[in-house]
């Protein structure tokens, strides 16, 4: 049994890894919150549309995402087997994929927009309508460049290199902050002007972190000259991470749409309040989202090398900073509710759904939340992928779907029911997904994969 001094991963590379997770983290979601407060300006329907057409970019974006866990799950893997070469050859594959895939998705965005505004939105007013379309035009190019970034930035990852990524963030959400000023206060151009610097700064995120991964001294690299052809074995390796994960992650935003659809059935005040409350929540969560990130890098590193003794300790260690992490920033965010909500310029009605909303949810991340979504994270970091795809689409469609309908809809809570619906998911999310845990039959993924 190895001494703690011979492990992966001293107190100063958890650290140096999670420190600029968490900086990223709290970019993009104060980014995030300032877009929503600056196209407040222009009214509750043009917050309620940026919100609806936000929910199938979310949707996509987290595909992509997905896919980027596969790619840097099998290269820390490799990392971990100290096997460098296989894997930048899984980073060629990854950056391969997304590229082709991500633009098949961008055009099916653009063929099938008339049936996303009229059919998925549900019931909504012709001017809420309008938004979405215009903001669904725009942004709609962007779905390449996002699927790229993500890519690179989960390769960086892979190796311990969230510091990449963090700056690359900064530069991403500093031209879109930019440009929001200039478009929306400036030209006035509501909508569109929020919609056009998402497009520009994913852009030039995707452009640079590519660039940067061409760097042949990096411990992961674009192999150059960078090859059009897929070499399919290693390729299967990545997708047989990123495909399930992927899944998972696809149903679970589309499970999420449908309950916005169920929600804006509740009226604009609540539409407007969901869209607050989800920006407001984030900021609750978005310790665990970095955290989460950190237990992909460490555990797949330690699963590689076959050393489930370290594995397991990182695992208990990393939970119980999410832990700590979660519960100071809730107590934050819920000391500075008034002001927060303030900032959206709610009417009352959507102002009370948004404080109610807030109070619940911070109860429900500081002690349920953490065993939902990050020790699902180390079971995907060793290849424990298929176990928590097929559980997170059930507990989706049974309890945040089915429970949002009961709660929401026939038990009249509105709003407020949906939410208190996804706690519900969230509970018995995290008590499996701890059981399989304390069961160790994901010590045995990596050897079936």
Known sequence: ?????????????????????????????????????MVASAGEEAVSAVSLADSIFVLLINLFSALGTGGAVIC???????????????????????AVFSTVIMGLVYIFRPFILHV????????????????????????PFIALYNAGAAVFRSMGDSRTAMYMSLIMNGINLVGNAILIFGLHMGVAGAAIPTLVSRIVAAVVILKILTDQTKAVHL?????????????????????????ENSMFQLGKIMVLSIVSGFGTASIAANAASNNIAMFETLPGMAMGFAMLTVVSQCTGAGDYTQARYYIKKLLAITYVLIFAVTVVTTAALPFLVDLYHLSAEATGY????????????????????????????????????????????????????????????????????????????????????????????????
């Open 223 to 247: 192999v150059l000259p960078f090859k059009l052809r897929f070499d399919i074995p290693l390729l299967k390796k990545v997708l047989g991470i990123g495909i399930p994960n992927g899944l």
């Open 76 to 98: 820390g893997q490799q990392l971990g087997r100290r096997d460098p070469d296989s894997a930048c050859r899984a980073a060629n594959q990854l950056v391969l994929f997304t």
């Open 354 to 449: 948004t404080a109610k909303i807030i109070w619940a949810h911070g109860i429900g991340v500081c002690t349920i939340w953490p065993l939902a979504f990050t020790v699902p994270n180390a079971l995907r970091a060793s290849s424990d992928v298929k176990y928590t795809m097929v559980l997170s689409i059930v507990s989706m469609w049974i309890f945040r779907i089915g429970f949002s309908y009961l709660l929401g809809v026939w038990l009249g809570l509105g709003v407020f029911g949906v939410w208190l619906a996804m706690e519900i998911d969230w509970i018995f999310r995290g008590a499996c997904f701890f059981q399989r845990y304390l069961s160790g039959k994901w010590t045995h993924a990596i050897h079936r994969s």
């Open 120 to 143: 998925v939105f549900g019931r909504i007013t012709e001017e809420v309508m309008a938004n979405c379309s215009t903001y669904l035009l725009i942004v709609a190019a962007s779905i």
């Open 1 to 37: 049994m190895n001494s703690r001094s011979d492990y992966r991963f001293s107190n100063s590379d958890l650290r140096k890894l999670i420190i600029p997770l968490i900086l990223e983290q709290v970019l993009a979601v104060t980014v995030g919150m300032a877009d929503t407060i």
